[in-house]
């Protein structure tokens, strides 16, 4: 492997769009992946939705309630799991502290300057290459069982974009307006937001564009290539430790999600990201009466419901239970009942047995931020800890830290992100 190249670990929405940014700005790229095809972890079957308007990070006071109050109960949205408490313990503290009123909101607005920046890359590839990946722009509507909920929202979101968020504000008339297969639950319904500039689209399917336009744009992608170790000699990248070859890199990135700690490990260096569990279950939809037109997402239990083409998927749930893969039926369960509780009349048509039930790991930072930037370590990079906005923030991320590595002048201010905050 030549000098030249800078290799990317790992194949995910963070790996790839930094691929194609650098790939874009004139560097020689190779991105390693350990799974047999890119996208299969947490960028998989996510709930679809670009929305600068969901920036909050999940430790505002009412999160940590549910958190906590999900413990030990399995119909909960939010789930600690009290065997995974004590590795959780300084992260944990850290992530209490930033909920205070002061660094929620000052975390909230660097994490709305990113995926703003994020959307208009985003928007910015999709159009320069004719992308399609079941994508839609008609926005996403949050609903609210809770008029204190909704009032609340408001407020925050107009502090933390300085109303610079184009939104409109629904009575409960108004939601079935937007989306008319409410109207069985439109009683129970205090009002939505409606934020038309909100985006959706299959990230899987966005992923696969992203990956051929690297392939036919010169750029190299490895499957079925695990990255066992990264060689550092005095304190500098000297390559890395696939489970085959060694190879020599010019700069090395790593972008392999919630299994980033662990690589960094190696190297004494401590990512505070941990994983949180979500799931998804996709059901086929095309030809179903009562569906849905626009994505929604149910603030109260932090589900989305995103119609994808000729599929309806619902996704939620959030567990600090490590790394397990299992996939609970329990939680299939509580994702069917969401979906009958919102949608009454498509859950009826729906073959239940045929839902694809998909989990994956949200890479998570305690203050809501991703580590994007150099490391300690000369020529190691890492653009990790996206979370529950992983693939909003994706673009930006990348596009942003490829700047940092070639020392162009950044779009945004990149310091709240850089990685050696911490690293
Ligand atoms: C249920 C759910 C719903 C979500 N909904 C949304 C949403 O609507 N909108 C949004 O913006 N975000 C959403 N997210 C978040 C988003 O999906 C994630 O933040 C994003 O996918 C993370 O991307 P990543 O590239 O960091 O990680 P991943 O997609 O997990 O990719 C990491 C890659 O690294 C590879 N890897 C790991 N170790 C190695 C190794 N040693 N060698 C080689 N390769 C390795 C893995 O195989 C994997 O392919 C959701 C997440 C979940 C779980």
Same mark, same amino acid.
């Given at each position: ?70 413990? &030990? ?18 992260? &944990? ?331």
């Amino acid at each position: 492997m030549d000098k030249d190249t800078t290799v990317i670990i790992g194949g995910g929405l963070q790996g790839l769009a930094t691929a194609y940014c650098l790939l874009h700005k004139g560097e020689k790229v190779l991105l390693l992946e350990r799974n047999e095809d890119v996208a299969r972890e947490a960028s998989f079957a996510n709930a679809g939705m670009i929305t600068p308007s969901h920036s909050t990070p999940w430790n505002s006071f009412s999160d940590i309630v549910q958190i906590f109050s999900g413990i &030990g109960r399995k119909d909960s949205p939010m789930l600690l799991n009290l065997r995974y408490l004590p590795s959780m313990f300084f992260w &944990g503290l850290r992530f209490l502290r930033n909920s205070s009123k002061s660094r929620f909101l000052r975390n909230s607005q660097h994490s709305y300057q990113l995926a703003k920046y994020s959307k208009q890359i985003t928007k910015e590839t999709r159009l320069k290459n004719g992308l399609s990946y079941d994508d839609a722009q008609n926005g996403t509507m949050k609903i609210f069982r809770d008029k204190s909920k909704l009032d609340q929202s408001i407020e925050i979101t107009k502090k933390y974009s300085d109303s610079s968020i184009d939104m409109k504000i629904l009575d409960q008339k108004g939601v079935v307006e937007v989306e008319p297969a409410l109207a069985d639950i439109s009683d129970h319904l205090a009002g939505g937001i409606l934020y038309p500039e909100d985006e959706i689209g299959d990230a899987y399917k966005f992923c696969k564009e992203l990956e051929n336009l690297i392939r036919t744009q010169g750029g190299r992608i490895h499957v079925n290539t695990e990255i066992k170790k990264i060689l550092v000699y005095k304190n500098s990248i000297n390559g890395l430790l696939t489970d085959r070859v060694e190879i020599r890199a010019k700069a090395i990135v790593l972008a392999a999600g919630s299994w980033s700690r662990e690589i960094l490990k190696q190297l004494k260096l401590n990512l505070p990201v941990r994983p949180v569990k979500g799931y998804s279950l996709t059901h086929q939809s095309g030809g179903l009466k009562n569906c849905p037109e626009i994505a929604i997402l149910d603030e109260s239990t932090h589900t989305a419901i995103t119609p994808l083409g000729k599929r309806i998927r619902v996704t939620g749930v959030a567990e600090f239970t490590g790394l397990d893969d299992d996939i609970h039926i329990d939680r299939v369960d509580y994702l069917n009942n969401m979906l009958l509780s919102v949608y009454p009349k498509l859950y009826s048509q729906l073959t239940l047995a045929e839902g694809k039930a998909w989990c994956g790991f949200r890479p998570m930072s305690y203050d809501g931020l991703p580590y994007i930037g150099e490391t300690k370590i000369k020529g190691l990079y890492v653009n990790v800890g996206q979370g529950h906005l992983g693939w909003t923030k994706a673009m930006g991320s990348a596009s942003l830290l490829s700047d940092i590595m070639l020392g162009n002048k950044t779009a945004i201010n990149p310091k709240p992100y850089l990685a050696n905050r911490s690293l």
